[in-house]
């Protein structure tokens, strides 16, 4: 095993380099220790995603589970998702992807959830399995269980068509970055009658920065691409597909703050009073909307794991996330990209209106930086001079996953520490003066004493 395996440990998930932090010797070694902490004794699922170092590690991480005593269902090329959805098949007791989701080409690593997509975070177990790597002897022998290749695709989509009706729409352009998406939504594209148009169809190679939807240089090569071309909508996903990320007639990338108010109004019209999980990034406009239909609002720490728990304890409906996961209680409390880009075009076509015009209120009534991320030279540092300089004069001060502070005047900022990434997260949004927001931001971005970003080239109003 790689010296340097526990570096690949992250707080939601596991992923590193391929292979100084994470090779086939890792994979072998993880499987026998997930095997063991869990104490499975059935099935266990395995996917991955479009990497070239992801067949290997698969190979290795299916040799490992069976060597340790468990039957292995091996998903082939597939979404996160449909990694999901194989754990609330019969008999399944866990499920592993192996992909670094958005990461660059060089990363690699493992989502794992147990049966009934219970997702498995450093708190909850991933943390004893690194101990056992650590200092687990060689495995016993034992006979090896039997590795059987199984296609779930027709049975999801048979699934997803038992949640949507045919969306007969103008035409839609598709974005899968050259990840997995296409293993799903050019089957749904031509069952739900939706007319569609590819860009980075097939699964890879991903981009060289990665595979983040909302990238800027991604995100212009997706306006390019829709450019004098008669598009209703624009949808492109991160690379496993479990983000999912949406642009206007024009190409314009469209917030998925204003996504989240618009998913949320639509399941609340039909379900008033029901819970609406989210992160606390950015909240105004969740929250005018939660408070509209008399939901339940439900804050959770970002991160995929989080969410998920906050749905399933809440029996939430839905739940948005800034960073573009939306997580659905009809598909078992998980996040899916394909619900997503269906629902919306759902909502689009009972609505009669453009994606505009159905988010236009939202942006009226709240307004947003995009997320900064910054490197700190201290972060702790940063956080408690921010602290210092801001809680006298702030209405509010919550220190809920993260640092946030509701001022006078009807603004609010955040920062929080990336669970992925040595970056800090900061968000600034108001129901006031768009000018006076980005003034008071700049302050507060001066004041955290960043460590060579150029940051001020992505400060303006979305």
């Known amino acids: 095993m790689n ?34 902490h869990f104490a499975l004794g059935g099935t266990v699922a395995t996917g991955r995603d479009m990497r070239e170092s992801s067949a290997p590690l698969q190979h290795a991480l299916n040799e490992g589970l069976a060597a340790a005593g468990v039957e292995v269902m091996d998903l082939g090329l597939c979404t996160t998702e449909l990694g999901y959805f194989s754990s609330v098949q019969d008999d399944i007791d866990a499920t592993i992807i192996v992909t670094a989701s958005h990461n660059p080409p060089e990363y690699n690593g493992f989502k794992c959830v147990l049966s009934r997509g219970v997702a498995v975070t450093y708190d909850t177990g991933l943390a004893e399995v690194e101990r056992l790597m650590q200092t687990m002897g060689p495995p016993a022998q034992q006979a090896s269980r039997t590795v059987t290749k199984v296609d779930l695709h027709p049975h999801y989509i048979d699934f997803i068509k038992t949640q949507f009706q045919p969306l007969t729409s103008t035409h839609i352009a598709l974005n899968g970055l050259n990840g ?81 108010g618009l998913l949320a109004s639509s399941f609340l019209e039909t379900s008033p009073g029901a819970a609406i999980v989210f992160d606390t990034k950015l909240c105004l406009n969740t929250l005018d909307v939660i408070n509209r239909y008399d939901g339940r609002p439900v804050p959770a720490e970002t991160g995929h794991a989080f969410m998920k728990l906050a749905m399933r304890e809440h029996n939430a409906i839905y739940g948005g996330e800034l960073s573009a996961h939306h997580y659905f209680g009809d598909f078992y409390y998980c996040d899916s990209g394909m619900f997503a880009w269906l629902k919306v075009l759902e909502v689009i076509k009972n609505s009669g209106q453009t994606i505009n015009d159905l988010v236009s209120e939202y942006r009226n009534n709240v307004c947003c930086t995009p997320e900064i991320s910054v490197p700190l030279v201290d972060a702790e540092a940063a956080f408690s001079s921010t602290l210092r300089g801001y809680e006298k004069v702030a209405r509010r001060v919550d220190f809920f996953d993260g640092l946030s502070f509701d001022m006078p005047g009807d603004w609010r900022f955040s920062l929080r520490q990336s669970k992925t990434e040595p970056l800090v997260r900061v968000n600034f949004e108001s129901r006031g003066d768009p000018d006076l927001l980005l003034e008071e931001a700049e302050k507060i971005i001066n004041g955290l004493d960043v460590a060579g970003s150029d940051w001020r080239s992505e400060l303006t109003i979305q």
Request: charged share 20%.
């Open 3 to 36: 010296n340097n395996s526990s570096s690949a440990f992250r707080l939601g998930d596991v992923r590193g380099i391929y292979p100084e932090e994470i090779d086939e010797a890792f994979s072998l070694s993880f499987a026998a220790a997930f095997v063991k």
């Open 180 to 260: 997995t998406a296409v293993t799903l939504a050019d089957t749904l594209a031509h069952e739900l009658q939706i007319p569609v148009s590819w860009f980075r169809k097939e699964p890879g190679p991903i981009p060289s920065q990665g595979a983040n939807p909302a990238n800027p240089h991604l995100a212009k090569e997706m306006k390019n691409f829709m450019a004098g071309r008669a598009f209703d909508l624009g949808v492109t996903w991160d690379g496993d597909c479990d983000r999912c990320v949406f642009f206007d007639q024009d190409g314009n990338l469209i917030p998925t703050y204003y996504i989240i």
